[in-house]
């Protein structure tokens, strides 16, 4: 459970949610002492999770800027059309 209350689904499924990716941008300690937020940068993105019986098989994770392309849109969409067929149990070539 995910603290939901609800069961997760039986057989496969795909979950779509946004998601901030923290990388550290320096493996050294701050040598003035600065907070370690100041070491991390932080941006958004959509995750792509897709479920087998419960079981993590696949995750996806897009960058979401500010200002997308619609380069980055038919990207996006073209991993939504992949991770949904999957979840039918096809696959389809686009």
């Known amino acids: 459970m995910d603290g939901t209350d609800q069961p997760e689904p039986s057989g496969r499924w795909v979950g779509v949610r946004l998601h901030?990716?923290?990388?550290?941008?320096?493996?050294?300690?701050?040598?003035?002492?600065?907070?370690?937020?100041?070491?991390?940068?932080?941006?958004?993105?959509?995750?792509?999770?897709s479920y087998d019986n419960g079981e993590l098989v696949e995750e996806r994770w897009i960058p979401l800027g500010a200002e997308p392309s619609e380069e980055d849109d038919e990207a996006l969409i073209d991993q939504l059309r992949e991770a949904l067929w999957w979840q039918l149990g096809d696959s389809q070539d686009s």
């Open 20 to 49: 901030h990716r923290h990388v550290r941008m320096d493996d050294r300690p701050c040598a003035t002492g600065c907070p370690e937020d100041e070491l991390t940068v932080s941006y958004p993105g959509i995750l792509i999770s």
